[in-house]
């Protein structure tokens, strides 16, 4: 629950990382909003075509692409739940879609635990774009901190398997009392060459995303039983 530099023409394109992927919609549009006295309305209006169109023109094309950058964003929020009841709400992945919507769902895999399967859908850039990628839990630290990273190789769905996602996270918990407790999520992604333009726009959207998910995931955790 999270500058670059562009290629020669033969690179692909990569489509948003998941982390992100409800940031560029609010990216483009301050693009849009900027005064741009050489190229005009048309001219503006053009431009965000045209990344549009990269996009979605890479995907046809089945070629694998590559990001520059990793991007780093993280969100807090104060939980009126004991620490060890928000450490297991986090540790179900499966639940994690009830506060971060912008995940449609995470699918603990049968064969290993330690892996989930993650799956994304959204409308950017004129079109559906709905894609996953699998997740490996690392040794976490007991009621401190959760973490995961992205399997190289593991994206599927309409993006086929030419591109990569690369993206980790982490959840940490501090106790402030014995019902109560401060969770802050942090997300690294690769941003695709595509979006230089708007990579300075990214960390604020971003990170507003995050804020609203943990205001979320403590709205619900306020509604939990003190044991389990």
């Given at each position: 629950?999270?500058?670059?530099?562009?290629?020669?023409?033969?690179?692909?394109?990569?489509p948003?990382?998941?982390?992100?992927?409800?940031?560029?919609?609010?990216?483009?549009t301050?693009?849009?909003?900027?005064?741009?006295?050489?190229?005009?309305?048309?001219?503006?209006?053009?431009?965000?075509?045209?990344?549009?169109?990269?996009?979605?023109?890479?995907?046809?094309?089945?070629?694998?692409?590559?990001?520059?950058?990793?991007?780093?964003?993280?969100?807090?929020?104060?939980?009126?739940?004991?620490?060890?009841?928000?450490?297991?709400?986090?540790?179900?992945?499966?639940?994690?879609?009830?506060?971060?919507?912008?995940?449609q769902?995470?699918?603990?895999?049968?064969?290993?635990?330690?892996?989930?399967?993650?799956?994304?859908?959204?409308?950017?850039?004129?079109?559906?774009?709905?894609?996953?990628?699998?997740?490996?839990?690392?040794?976490?630290?007991?009621?401190?901190?959760?973490?995961?990273?992205?399997?190289?190789?593991?994206?599927?769905?309409?993006?086929?398997?030419?591109?990569?996602?690369?993206?980790?996270?982490?959840?940490?918990?501090?106790?402030?009392?014995?019902?109560?407790?401060?969770?802050?999520?942090?997300?690294?992604?690769?941003?695709?060459?595509?979006?230089?333009?708007?990579?300075?726009?990214?960390?604020?959207?971003?990170?507003?995303?995050?804020?609203?998910?943990?205001?979320?995931?403590?709205?619900?955790?306020?509604?939990?039983?003190?044991?389990?």
């Open positions: 629950m999270h500058g670059i530099h562009s290629k020669a023409s033969t690179t692909r394109a990569k948003p990382p998941p982390c992100c992927a409800l940031a560029y919609r609010h990216a483009f301050k693009i849009q909003q900027r005064p741009q006295r050489s190229l005009g309305t048309s001219g503006r209006n053009a431009r965000c075509r045209l990344y549009g169109a990269q996009l979605q023109r890479s995907r046809r094309a089945g070629g694998r692409c590559y990001a520059g950058q990793w991007l780093e964003n993280s969100a807090e929020q104060d939980v009126h739940l004991p620490v060890e009841r928000c450490f297991d709400m986090w540790e179900d992945r499966e639940r994690i879609p009830q506060w971060m919507p912008w995940i769902s995470v699918k603990v895999l049968p064969e290993d635990k330690k892996l989930s399967r993650w799956t994304l859908s959204t409308h950017q850039f004129g079109r559906d774009w709905q894609f996953s990628w699998v997740s490996q839990n690392m040794t976490p630290i007991p009621l401190q901190k959760i973490h995961w990273r992205s399997v190289q190789g593991s994206t599927g769905g309409s993006l086929g398997g030419g591109i990569d996602i690369s993206n980790r996270g982490q959840i940490r918990f501090y106790r402030k009392t014995a019902t109560t407790c401060t969770v802050k999520l942090t997300i690294s992604y690769e941003v695709p060459d595509v979006l230089a333009p708007f990579a300075g726009a990214l960390t604020p959207i971003v990170e507003s995303i995050l804020s609203t998910d943990l205001k979320r995931f403590a709205n619900l955790a306020a509604q939990e039983p003190l044991s389990a």
